[in-house]
């Protein structure tokens, strides 16, 4: 099968994944992305790290790369549009065919993405902190939005994987956490306290290739990687056609968000 094709889904994959992503606010893909697209995005990834971007559009907030030896998680967001291998990634209609599944979407945008990598070695401060992601959105944006998340390497126990509360989706958005701290516990508490609901948590283990989908009210977070090698990873945020930028906000304004109307910004990845 070549990159571009998409096997299609059958109605009971669609109808097992829906329920799942409702019931728990996740959902995880162990094989999405093929080899070959994975060997050449990740040169790529290298490139944009150093500071070198192919269309000449450098990354939000990074416009002169990370040279330095990552000491904390490297979060480049957009670098798909600096990069066209990375765009071919991001873009992967293997990506929107299943986000579409998963939420009943008639069309799934990319509106941001961001470029992970977590240093090897345990190193303190690499830690996710438990967070919502609407938290992050509510003051641009409002409706249905979700998050993909790509592994580019192998995401195992040791690497510091992502971490879901099933069933967090349904606590509404609490406001309680905090993306760049490493004080997990703590946040975890704030959680607890605001919610009242049941403390459980589900690691991503993926294999390079492998997403996982989580819904914009998902708890979730990582800790450090004890593992011997970087955890690389994409994170590609959605909206469907039930989500808009709110009346007194224009994208200029909404931070890394990209113009909707911007194909290369916020392409479409599946549409009916």
Request: aromatic share 10%; glycine share 10%.
């Amino acid at each position: 099968m070549k990159t571009s094709e998409v096997a299609p889904l059958s109605h009971a994959q669609k109808s097992a994944a829906a329920a799942q992503f409702a019931r728990e606010g996740f959902y995880i893909v162990p094989s999405v992305i093929l080899p070959e697209l994975l060997a050449r995005v990740r040169p790529h990834i290298d490139a944009v790290y150093a500071g070198e971007y192919e269309t000449g559009i450098p990354p939000c907030g990074s416009p002169n790369g990370c040279k330095e030896p990552p000491q904390k998680l490297v979060k480049i967001d957009n670098a798909h549009r600096s990069d066209r291998t990375i765009f071919e990634l991001v873009t992967h209609p293997a990506i929107g065919q299943w986000a579409a599944a998963l939420t009943g979407a008639k069309m799934v945008q990319v509106f941001a993405c961001q470029m992970l990598i977590k240093p090897p070695g345990g190193q303190g401060g690499v830690n996710v902190g438990w967070h919502q992601d609407q938290e992050y959105w509510d003051h641009a944006m409002t409706g249905e939005m979700f998050t993909a998340w790509v592994a580019i390497s192998d995401v195992t126990a040791e690497s510091g994987p992502m971490r879901f509360v099933p069933g967090s989706n349904h606590w509404g958005l609490l406001k309680a956490g905090d993306f760049f701290s490493d004080k997990l516990d703590e946040i975890k508490q704030r959680f607890q306290g605001k919610s009242g609901g049941t403390w459980r948590e589900v690691a991503a283990i993926l294999p390079p290739g492998g997403v996982s989908f989580h819904h914009r009210l998902t708890v979730h977070g990582s800790g450090e990687n004890h593992a011997a090698g970087p955890r690389v990873s994409f994170a590609i945020h959605f909206r469907t056609e039930k989500s808009a930028l709110r009346d007194d906000v224009k994208w200029q304004d909404a931070g890394y968000l990209n113009d909707f109307a911007d194909p290369v910004g916020s392409p479409v990845s599946y549409r009916e």
